[in-house]
T-cell receptor, first 111, second 116 residues
Framework: KAGVTQTPRYLIKTRGQQVTLSCSPI?????VSWYQQTPGQGLQFLFEYFSETQRNKGNFPGRFSGRQFSNSRSEMNVSTLELGDSALYLC??????????FGPGTRLTVT | AQKITQTQPGMFVQEKEAVTLDCTYD???????LFWYKQPSSGEMIFLIY??????QNATEGRYSLNFQKARKSANLVISASQLGDSAMYFCAMREGNFGNEKLTFGTGTRLTIIP
């Protein structure tokens, strides 16, 4: 069974631009969660989607948004990028049997 | 208060020895789950083991076992017979509430280095 996939793996953007990251969950998994990992703040929860609905949201500004499609694939968008948005963005999928599986991450660098 | 506390920023262990990584948690919810993940330098978070708050027995997955002490609110990861490939960051995480809340709260991690 294929794991969680994330595209792109690496991304370099300029301040003020916007970016869209994609996550394809494990087949059969309907929940997708997004996390931001930085050296200073560690791993922080962004939001979680289930059946195309945002079910839970972390403490991030409105520049961070997401959506989920009917095939459970999810996208995350960050508008008006800031230097502090440079991070590893991880998504995780679950079938609600407790175990959550992560993708390889997208490493975003904002210059 | 920190919900997940990992007090060992770094550990050095001789190859083939067993290693215990500490994790304490704080929650008032009677239903919760505890996770351990391994993160190599590549960045991917690899699921290792899961323990539910109502599970009667300690979880085991191959060389990994979870020493779950509910009254002490600790969930230590034990790796038996360590290997060089075990060198990585290890994160303890908690999900509170029942299924439907998939948000994980992570600790700050422990960097494990296996010495040949």
């Amino acid at each position: 069974k294929a794991g969680v996939t994330q595209t792109p793996r690496y991304l370099i953007k300029t301040r003020g631009q916007q970016v869209t990251l994609s996550c394809s969950p494990i087949s059969g998994h309907r929940s997708v969660s997004w996390y931001q990992q930085t050296p200073g703040q560690g791993l922080q929860f962004l939001f979680e989607y289930f059946s195309e609905t945002q079910r839970n949201k972390g403490n991030f500004p409105g520049r961070f948004s997401g959506r989920q499609f009917s095939n459970s694939r999810s996208e995350m968008n960050v508008s008006t990028l800031e230097l502090g948005d440079s991070a590893l963005y991880l998504c995780a999928s679950s079938r609600q049997d407790a175990r959550q599986y992560f993708g390889p991450g997208t490493r975003l660098t904002v210059t | 208060a920190q919900k997940i506390t990992q007090t060992q920023p770094g550990m050095f262990v001789q190859e083939k020895e067993a290693v215990t990584l500490d994790c304490t948690y704080d929650t008032s919810d009677p239903s919760y789950g505890l996770f351990w993940y391994k993160q190599p330098s590549s960045g991917e978070m690899i699921f290792l083991i899961y323990q539910g708050s109502y599970d009667q027995q300690n979880a085991t997955e191959g060389r990994y076992s979870l020493n779950f002490q509910k009254a002490r609110k600790s969930a230590n990861l034990v790796i038996s017979a360590s290997q060089l490939g075990d060198s990585a960051m290890y994160f303890c995480a908690m999900r509170e509430g029942n299924f439907g809340n998939e948000k994980l709260t992570f600790g700050t991690g422990t960097r494990l280095t296996i010495i040949p």
